[in-house]
């Protein structure tokens, strides 16, 4: 018998943390464990398989960023660079009232979403196969999100010009963070206020269930952003703002 993760487990996990968590979100979310570690026998989605230290490292970790009085007043979110779906799908579960554009610049990983997506019942999600640099230049796409989440993808300085083109004027970019937040908020400050941004808030939480913190940065759209930003890809990485 292969490794479950009940809803009854998300359901007290998630309510231990004060999450508004739903049956139908419980259920979604136990669905995708048992989608994933399937799917991880032929597509690399995760190395985290075990089902407590999914439950931890992927659904928690991702809902550390989850603030009621946000996410309440949004209706579009995007999710940069979402690999398996992290932190876009455990969100999307707790929200079915936002529509959330899942977009990473592989393909492989973004059909398994789709079609999981689907059948768990997560009507909400749609997946769209993109670089950030490119897909924020689309008219589109640019500046028309709520909230633009991101864990796990590159250093703040970077990803701001990713994330930031993509937020709406009073929107937010919410970046997921390791214990490290601290040193690449230094070096992303003059970045972010350059591409429209500007800090509202960083929190430090510690991870239920294990000795790990995170830091979350929640990054407000004041200005917008000077069309010249995102540079092409690979620009960021080499000479950051
Ligand atoms: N957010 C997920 C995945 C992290 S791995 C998690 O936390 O588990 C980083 C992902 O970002 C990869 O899937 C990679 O394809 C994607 N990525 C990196 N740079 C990108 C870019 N410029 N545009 C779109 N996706 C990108």
């Known amino acids: ?122 009507e909400n999600v749609r997946v769209l196969h993109a670089r950030a640099e490119e897909a924020a230049k689309e008219p589109m796409q640019r500046e028309c999100y709520d909230i633009v989440t991101s864990r796990a993808v590159a250093r703040l300085a970077m990803l701001a010009e990713w994330a930031l083109p993509f937020v709406r004027l009073g929107g937010t970019f919410i970046a997921l963070k390791g214990p490290r937040g601290e040193e690449e908020w230094a070096a992303a400050e003059r970045a972010v206020a350059l591409l429209g941004g500007r800090l509202r808030e960083r929190v430090t939480l510690p991870l239920p269930g294990t000795d790990e913190s995170r830091t979350v940065f929640y990054i407000e759209k004041v200005a917008p952003t000077p069309k010249a930003y995102p540079r092409k890809p690979g620009i960021a990485a080499k000479k950051p703002l």
């Not at 464990?33 to 989605?45: E, P």
């Not at 529509?99 to 393909?107: E, F, K, P, R």
């Open 1 to 122: 018998m292969p490794d479950q993760l009940t809803e009854a487990a998300v359901t007290a996990a998630l309510q231990a943390a004060g999450l508004p968590v739903t049956p139908a979100a419980a259920s979604a979310l136990s669905a995708y464990y048992t989608a994933v570690t399937d799917t991880n026998r032929h597509i690399n989605l995760t190395a985290i398989t075990e089902p407590e230290d999914f439950l931890r490292k992927h659904y928690l970790d991702s809902l550390l960023c989850y603030r009621q009085e946000l996410f309440a007043a949004a209706e579009k979110a995007l999710d940069l660079g979402t690999g398996g779906g992290f932190p876009g799908i455990p969100l999307a579960a707790l929200t079915p009232h936002i529509c959330w554009t899942l977009l990473d610049a592989t393909a492989k990983k973004l059909r398994f979403i789709e079609q999981t997506a689907r059948s768990v019942g997560l």
